[in-house]
């Protein structure tokens, strides 16, 4: 009987280790870090490709990787089973300069940026979102920032700087056009010149609208995208160290 209430308690323990944390993991269709040999290495998804060049610059930390991106320069992804009308977009990029606009995501490829970041002050830039909706001076040149882009395209848009929201749209005619095609560009405005340089350290896409407690926990420029299988997977090896020392 001892040994069944202590496999009861383990399967409690299990069950709590499996729902204190958001399962980030789930949806995840692509991510790139930016740290591999040419910078476009996917450990979710398909590489990148690069339309232009790209210049390997300072990460977040000594040990991160990152890329510098100018006017015509910019991130080809392969969303092949799109379009998407669902989705949330993690970017971890600096401002080095905004002339006017600056694109940060094109739904499409060859054409108008959608999310752009807005010259507005000597030093300081507005986030940014299509149609019309800006933030305040959130951004600074030069600093590192996470932005989560949450889009279902017939119910709501909402824009998150660091894990605290900039702005939601819930009107219908909002998120229209930001459905994803089969290939999207970062950091391009395809032949509309409106590209700042721009140097991101990390990108990530899911397939699914994450919950705001998600957004929260997905930090800040730099922090990792959480893997529960991981802290399961450690909770399973700190359960097999108790079995052990049971005998
Ligand atoms: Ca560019
Ligand atoms: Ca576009
Ligand atoms: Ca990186």
Redesign the pocket.
């Known amino acids: 009987m001892r040994k069944v209430a202590f496999l009861l308690a383990v399967a409690s323990m299990m069950v709590w280790v499996g729902s204190a944390r958001a399962d980030l993991s789930v949806g995840l269709v692509g991510q790139w870090g930016y740290d591999g040999a040419t910078g476009l290495e996917a450990t979710a998804g398909s590489d990148l490709a690069l339309t232009g060049s790209h210049t390997k610059v300072t990460g977040i930390d000594a040990s991160d990787g990152a890329y510098q991106v100018g006017n015509g320069d910019y991130y080809t992804v392969d969303n092949t089973g799109g379009p998407t009308t669902t989705y949330t977009l993690l970017l971890d990029f600096k401002a080095i300069n905004v002339p006017g606009y600056s694109s940060l995501l ?3 490829t060859g ?4 999310v752009f970041l807005r010259y507005n002050s000597p030093s300081v830039v507005g986030g940014s979102a299509r149609l019309g909706a800006y933030s305040g001076n959130v951004i600074t040149h030069g600093d590192w920032y996470r932005l989560v882009i949450r889009i279902d395209e017939t119910v709501a848009g909402d824009f998150d700087l660091d894990g605290s929201n900039l702005f939601s749209c819930s009107s219908p005619s909002y998120p229209n056009g930001m459905t994803l095609q089969t290939a999207f560009d970062l950091f391009s405005d395809t032949g509309g010149g409106e590209e700042g340089d721009t140097v991101v350290s990390n990108a990530a896409l899911w397939n699914r609208y994450l919950t705001n407690d998600e957004v929260i926990e997905l930090g800040v420029a730099g922090d990792a995208i959480p893997e529960p299988m991981t802290l399961a997977l450690l909770g399973l090896g700190g359960i097999g160290a108790l079995l052990r020392r049971r005998r």
């Open positions: 094109d739904t499409g054409g108008d940026g959608d």
